[in-house]
């Protein structure tokens, strides 16, 4: 690997382990509730915000489209805690509708824009090979605030405090690497721990595999001159697949032999 390819991918490497440190937890979280998509809607809204802040002419970066995307994500949390509450049994379907309509209010809100096809795919697969050191410390901050709420006030984080905490999570992460690619973090590695018992071990091993996946796809698309919220999604795909088949099975095989001989 080059020096230049190095100094690209580092940066990208180190936004993609930002999302996973607070996506992997509350993914695990996001599957045993049953409310897979949530993460794709709030991400979507909270993209609106960011859409409806560059629609009214606010600095791409400041601390303005922020806060309309956090606000925009927060009112789609609560709405989705309240329904949560109320109709528990089309929870899913419900979180699948408010995707549905951030989604078509963002291409609107863009079809005058004549860069708005560029502004959706922006947001959808995200730039994170062009992500700057400077990007990274506001979201390393929103990131460790994330995950001291979740592993030292998790019990209290009932109702809408989950739904609060996953709206910052998803807000920091979407402005980085995309919808796409936030919504993988979440699930992929998620899904592909799922039989583990033992929680601590299920987070463990799903950092492993969403720091491969990462890590594989970055350097894949570099290369091959793709683009690399695309290649991620599918080296955590491949990277899941290969540890839910193969390593998993390994590692408990050969767990099964050691208690087999101590008895």
Known sequence: MTAIELSIIAPALLACL??????????????????????????????????????????????????????AALLAAYILHWTDKRLPQIQEALIGVAFVLAATAGILMLAENPHGGEHLKELLVGQVLWVNYDQLLPVAIISALVLFAWYWLRDRLRGFGFYALFAFAVT????????YLVFACLIIPALSTRRIARRSMRIVCGYGV????????????????LPAGAVIVWSLAMSALIFAWVVWPMIRSRNENVETNVE
């Open 18 to 71: 930002l999302v996973l440190s607070t996506h992997v937890p509350l993914g695990t979280e996001v599957l045993r509730r049953g409310i897979i998509f949530i993460d794709l809607a709030i991400a979507q809204v909270a993209g609106l915000g960011v859409i409806a802040a560059d629609t009214m002419g606010w600095e791409a970066k400041g601390w303005a489209v922020q806060i309309a995307a956090v606000s």
């Open 172 to 179: 920091a992460s979407v402005q980085l690497v995309g919808i």
């Open 210 to 225: 969403g720091i491969a996946g990462c890590l594989v796809g970055l350097v894949l698309s570099v290369r091959a001159d």
